[in-house]
């Protein structure tokens, strides 16, 4: 497709349920990237991909927080036992190569409840 | 690691008058810079990127100006719009192909 594809647009979790978003990047890009945006609009990187690989993983947290992008599959960010500070939109973000624009989804806003 | 500051965190301007934004990074080997728009519930919108080889880039009414030996780059909005009012975010990265290191953003108004 031509624009980067997240859902679901909104979840709402209870505290300690799993919570499973999905990000479909623009064909042909190599590149995909997840954020948190909290409510202070602060961004905050989580992780990246090159392909199925992941790329850079700094910015995750160590518990609870899994990503994946497997050949021929939306992408998809895991939250395990959702915590009420895990409320926030998370944005998926795919670019075609290192000197190319990073495109932007329209973000899943997640409401832990 | 990389940290960028943006002043101001809110602007107000009339319409037709100029909007300015600021930012300044800490990391050296940062050499590309994106600005973003975001209006409320969507995703940010890429306005104009530089990258550290160049001094000055324009885009109609857009301009974006890096000083590298400063270590600071600021968005130029000309002949403002209401259409204009959003949030602007700058960000700053190695390259486009790591992670983007933002700003806390801008939220600009601008009135009729």
């Known amino acids: 497709g031509e624009e980067v594809a997240q859902t679901p647009k909104h979840l709402v979790r209870g505290e300690g349920q799993k919570a499973k978003l999905y990000c479909a990047p623009i064909?042909?890009?190599?590149?995909v990237f997840w954020y948190q945006q909290v409510l202070k609009n602060e961004f905050k990187f989580l992780i990246s991909f090159q392909n199925e690989n992941v790329f850079d993983e700094t910015g995750m947290p160590k518990e609870r927080f899994s990503a994946k992008c497997l050949p021929n599959s939306p992408c998809s960010l895991e939250i395990q036992a959702t915590k009420l500070e895990d409320s926030a939109v998370y944005f998926c973000a795919s670019t075609a190569g290192k000197n190319t624009e990073a495109f932007f989804g329209q973000g899943t806003r997640l409401t832990v409840v | 690691g990389e940290n960028v500051e943006q002043h101001p965190s809110t602007l107000s301007v009339q319409e037709g008058d100029s909007a300015v934004i600021k930012c300044t990074y800490s990391d050296s080997a940062s050499n590309y810079f994106p600005w973003y728009k975001q209006e409320l519930g969507k995703g940010p919108q890429l306005i104009i990127d530089i990258r550290s080889n160049v001094g000055e880039k324009k885009d109609q009414r857009i301009a974006v100006t890096l000083n590298k030996t400063a270590k600071h780059f600021s968005l130029h909005i000309t002949e403002t719009q209401p259409e204009d009012s959003a949030v602007y975010f700058c960000a700053a990265s190695r390259n486009s192909g790591y992670a983007l290191n933002f700003g806390k953003g801008t939220s600009l108004l601008v009135t009729p």
């Open positions: 064909k042909g890009h190599s590149y």
